[in-house]
Structures are given as structure tokens and as C-alpha cells.
């Protein structure tokens, strides 16, 4: 049975009708086309599939569509503004932040609340906050540069 | 996941009336319950979403005590001043729970109904002696958790609230599995302000438990030799391929000094 959904996403107000099980993650990357939010796990447990919701981190392979009902949410496809990456997208390019680049699209989420919950986190900080993003081929040593470099320029 | 059918309440009273009409599921945060409903563990055919309640908001201090709305998410149960000011170990307990995005979604309600057997707020809830408030009574915590994931809620009752006396000294600390950060064993002690002694133990067994062993020697000695030098029987603790029945008892008075220290 169809329910009416909507929601502001990337700054565009959608609106569809949904069978109430569907998934946030499935909504944005199914009925809107945005792929970049990546299903590592599909468990809660990698972080690949993180978003903004009003503005705070989330995963959404864990969350009806219907619970972003009315909100603001924000996807990795709306960081860059006018083709310019957002700060952090730059740091995570810079700092080779990234190999496969599958857990990227959720790091960069994650990370760009940190900053913003945590302005000037220390490195211990950041490694337990990331606790939530699984990735398989860095090591997490680069990825905590990018988001130490991509945090100060944030502050600029 | 099954088919389910979503309604979303204004009131506590409207949802428990859906739920019973429907024999659905409240809907929290849904931290727990869409991971189980997507592994078919779960099967609600209704989902009453709590979300947006006004009733189930906020932090307040009340004389002695500090009442957190159930739907109060994690992350900001760990930022909120009156916290912090007031039962800074529930601050810290609500910062360890599973990670950012999880913290930014769960609720305290939600966890406490659910009453996961490796979750961290029964065990704050337990060891402070708190009151569990639904929209129909007050449920004493010695009074609440009945066992593994059962609690003395009916179907279709709504907590709104839980109630924390605040002590004089209170801390948790937890040694969570490597992999999926559950508490392995997690132990809250609280030195409440008549002096008395509560030690709640998550993690370790099919419940959250009060252990007594470590109330009566913190009782006479609030440090973390004498939490150390008390002993935990093994009997009804867990064993699974987390660790055995034994390696648990010996945690539990190793996680209580650590508490003890913290508090
Ligand atoms: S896909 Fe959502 S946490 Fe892994
Ligand atoms: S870059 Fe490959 S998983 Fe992180």
C-alpha cells in the first residue's frame, strides 16, 4: 500500500508515494537516482550509507523513508557547491583519504559532523568518533589527516 | 523486511490506542527494531511512529531528580548541560553507546523497552534506582526488567519518561566486545544520597542484574580495591562464543573498580 512521502533533499523538495517499507537509503538511491550513498552492509554496522538528516549523521540502511518524512537531508551529491568540492571532499582528495573509495561517500558525512559537533577535535577524538565507518582498505591513518586538514579548512 | 503497515501518533495516549487497535510496534528511534525487522527477528504488521511527540521531549531537573524525555536521542542526552551538571555519568554512558549515527538516532525509551540484554541504559536505570514513567503509571526499576529482552510493559504502553534521583556519586564503565561493541560487561555503581550502595551489571547474563556481592562490599568501602576483592558467581551468567560464563564473573568486579575509580 502507497503512503505520501516528502522531504527536502539536497536542498529540492521531493515528494512520492511509497510502500511504507521502504528504506531511506533504498528511497535515495531507487526512486531518486542518488548513488552516491553507499550500501557496504545493509547491518548498520559500516557507514557507507551515511547521511544528513536535519543535519545530523545517520545511517540510512537503518531508517524508514517515512521517519525522513519532512526533513531536510542532505547526501554526499550535495556537498559541492558550483563544482567546487566541499572542504573536506578536497581534504579526502588531498590527503589520499581514499583507495576503493567505496566507504568515502559516508566518511565525508560522518566527518563533516564531527566537525561540526567537535570544531578542532584532536586525533583520539576523531578516530573515536569515526568508530562508525568501516573501511577496508586505508587504514584509517589518511583518512584522519583528511578530516584533520578538511576540518581546518572548514574553520576558514 | 515484511510488509508494515506506518502511523504516526500525536499523543502517547493515541499511539497506545493504535497499538492496541492495531497489536503493532512502538516506533523509536528504530535503532534496534528496523535491524531486526530487516532480519525478520522481528515482524510488526503496524509501526506507530512516536517520532515528533511533544510529550516525549526534554530534559528537565526536578528537585532531586532528572527527567529525560523518552524519545531524547543518545547524542543529545550526552551534550545536554543539565546532564553533565547534574549525573555527568549519564553523559558519559549515553556517549558510548554504539557510534555517532546510532547515538544521533536511538532514544533512551526506546532502548529501555527493548531491554537488550548487552544494552547500556538498564543498567544506569537499574543502578540508580531510576522510575520508568509511561503514559498510564511510574515502574519502579527494581520493578521493570523482567528479562531478556521482557520488561513489566504492557503491549500497548508508552513510556514517556525516566526519572534519575541523582546521587552523590555515580559512574559506568564497560568492556565492550571488540567487534560489535555491545557491552561483553558493563557496570554501573551509584553511592545515592542517603549512602546507599547500587551496583547494576548489563551484559553479562539473559539480564540486566543488580549484584549484591559488590553492593554489600561497596557499602562499607566505596573503592576500587574493595570492588576488586568481591567475588561474582559464574551460575546463570552467559556463556557463548563471546566469552564463557567464567571470564564474565571475573570481569564484573574488574569493571566495577574501574567504575568506582570513574565515579
Ligand atoms: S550500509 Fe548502512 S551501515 Fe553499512
Ligand atoms: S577506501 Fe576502500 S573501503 Fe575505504
Redesign the pocket.
Known amino acids: 500500500m502507497g503512503i505520501a512521502i516528502s522531504m527536502t533533499v539536497n536542498g529540492a523538495a521531493v515528494s512520492a508515494e511509497i510502500d511504507p517499507r521502504t528504506l531511506l537509503v533504498d528511497f535515495l538511491r531507487v526512486n531518486l537516482g542518488l548513488t552516491g550513498t553507499h550500501v557496504g552492509c545493509d547491518t548498520a554496522q559500516c557507514g557507507a550509507c551515511t547521511i544528513h538528516l536535519d543535519g545530523r549523521a545517520v545511517k540510512a540502511c537503518n531508517l524508514l523513508a517515512l521517519q525522513a518524512n519532512g526533513a531536510k537531508v542532505t547526501t554526499i551529491e550535495g556537498l559541492a557547491g558550483n563544482g567546487d568540492l566541499h572542504p573536506m571532499q578536497a581534504a579526502f582528495k588531498e590527503c589520499h583519504g581514499?583507495?576503493?573509495?567505496?566507504?568515502?561517500p559516508g566518511m565525508v558525512m560522518s566527518a563533516i559532523d564531527l566537525v561540526q559537533r567537535h570544531p578542532g577535535a584532536d586525533e583520539a577524538t576523531i578516530r573515536a568518533q569515526l568508530e562508525g565507518n568501516l573501511?577496508?582498505?586505508?587504514g584509517y591513518h589518511n583518512i584522519v589527516k583528511a578530516v584533520q586538514q578538511g576540518a581546518a579548512a572548514m574553520s576558514r | 523486511m515484511y510488509a508494515v503497515e506506518y502511523q504516526k501518533a500525536k499523543s502517547a495516549t493515541e499511539a497506545s490506542g493504535l497499538i492496541a487497535k492495531s497489536g503493532g510496534k512502538a516506533l523509536a528511534g528504530g535503532q534496534s527494531l528496523i535491524a531486526a525487522m530487516k532480519l525478520r527477528l522481528a515482524q510488526p504488521g503496524t509501526l506507530v511512529d512516536l517520532a515528533g511527540i511533544p510529550e516525549l521531549a526534554g530534559i528537565r531537573v526536578e528537585g532531586g531528580a532528572l527527567a529525560i524525555g523518552a524519545m531524547t536521542r543518545h547524542a543529545d542526552i550526552a551534550s545536554a548541560a543539565e546532564v553533565k551538571r547534574t549525573i555527568p555519568a549519564l553523559a558519559a554512558l549515553a556517549e558510548g553507546i554504539g557510534d555517532r549515527q546510532v547515538r544521533n538516532m536511538g532514544t533512551i525509551g526506546g532502548s529501555l523497552a527493548n531491554n537488550d540484554p548487552a544494552a547500556d541504559w538498564p543498567a544506569a536505570v537499574l543502578g540508580l534506582g531510576a522510575t520508568v514513567v509511561t503514559h498510564k503509571r511510574r515502574i519502579a526499576a527494581d520493578d521493570f526488567f523482567k528479562g531478556m529482552y521482557e520488561t513489566a510493559l504492557a503491549a500497548d504502553e508508552i513510556i514517556t519518561a525516566v526519572s534519575f534521583p541523582t546521587p552523590k556519586k555515580a559512574a559506568y564503565a564497560k568492556f565492550p566486545n571488540p567487534a560489535s561493541r555491545f557491552a561483553l560487561v558493563g557496570v554501573f555503581v551509584a553511592q545515592l544520597g542517603d549512602g546507599s550502595v547500587r551496583v547494576a551489571v548489563t551484559g553479562a547474563a539473559p539480564s540486566v542484574f543488580r549484584a549484591a556481592s559488590l553492593e554489600a562490599a561497596l557499602a562499607k568501602s566505596f573503592t576500587p580495591d574493595a570492588a576488586k576483592a568481591a567475588r561474582v558467581d559464574a551460575a546463570g551468567l552467559n556463556n557463548d562464543l563471546h566469552a564463557s560464563a567464567a571470564y564474565r564473573a571475573h570481569l564484573v568486579p574488574v569493571i566495577a573498580s574501574r567504575a568506582v575509580a570513574a565515579a
Request: aromatic fraction near 10%; include cysteine; hydrophobic fraction near 20%.
Open positions: 581514499l583507495q576503493c573509495g567505496f566507504c568515502t573501511c577496508r582498505c586505508t
